[in-house]
T-cell receptor, first 115, second 117 residues
């Protein structure tokens, strides 16, 4: 069974540009979350989607957005990139059954460098 | 709000010795607790979780964790460390305040484990 797949793995962008990152969850998983990882701030929650609806959003500016498609695949977009957006962006997916103790699985991440 | 603390930025242990990576948490209700490991330039790999039941949880690669409700702790342990265990370890709690069914995780800052040959 394939894991969480993120593309691209590495990318370099220039300040002011925008970027789109893609995530394919594990088959059957309908909850998809995004996290930003930086050395200074650690792992921070960006947003979570379930059945194409944003269920929760972290404390990030409006430049960060996302969406989920009917096949549960998700994309996140960052507009007007800033140097501080350089980070590892991690996607996670989970089944949504039972009482909520389902395991949350992560992808390998997308490394974004803004120059 | 939920929070997780990993009091040690780094833990050094000799190969073959037991290891412990500490984690304490704060939640308003019952906690769902997780441990993940991250190797250099990789994503997070799930090790184990506590949802309910036995306080000693067994996970992947010989790791286990002990849930202690009175001390609000969930320490990660392994009886005999391997050099290949050297990595960054994260404790996380599911944020039940985010709304019914939300799967948001709140992470600790991480602990770098170095196993010395």
């Amino acid at each position: 069974k394939a894991g969480v797949t993120q593309t691209p793995r590495y990318l370099i962008k220039t300040r002011g540009q925008q970027v789109t990152l893609s995530c394919s969850p594990i088959s059957g998983h309908r909850s998809v979350s995004w996290y930003q990882q930086t050395p200074g701030q650690g792992l921070q929650f960006l947003f979570e989607y379930f059945s194409e609806t944003q269920r929760n959003k972290g404390n990030f500016p409006g430049r960060f957005s996302g969406r989920q498609f009917s096949n549960s695949r998700s994309e996140m977009n960052v507009s007007t990139l800033e140097l501080g957006d350089s980070a590892l962006y991690l996607c996670a997916s989970s089944l949504v059954v039972g009482g909520g103790g389902n395991t949350i699985y992560f992808g390998e991440g997308s490394w974004l460098t803004v120059v | 709000a939920q929070s997780v603390a990993q009091p040690e930025d780094q833990v050094n242990v000799a190969e073959g010795n037991p290891l412990t990576v500490k984690c304490t948490y704060s939640v308003s209700g019952n906690p769902y607790l997780f441990w993940y490991v991250q190797y250099p330039n990789r994503g997070l790999q799930f090790l184990l979780k506590y949802i309910t039941g036995d306080n000693l949880v067994k996970g992947s690669y010989g790791f286990e964790a002990e849930f202690n409700k009175s001390q609000t702790s969930f320490h990660l342990k392994k009886p005999s460390a391997l050099v290949s265990d050297s990595a960054l370890y994260f404790c996380a709690v599911r944020d039940v305040e985010s709304g019914a069914g939300s799967y948001q995780l709140t992470f600790g800052k991480g602990t770098k484990l170095s196993v010395i040959p």
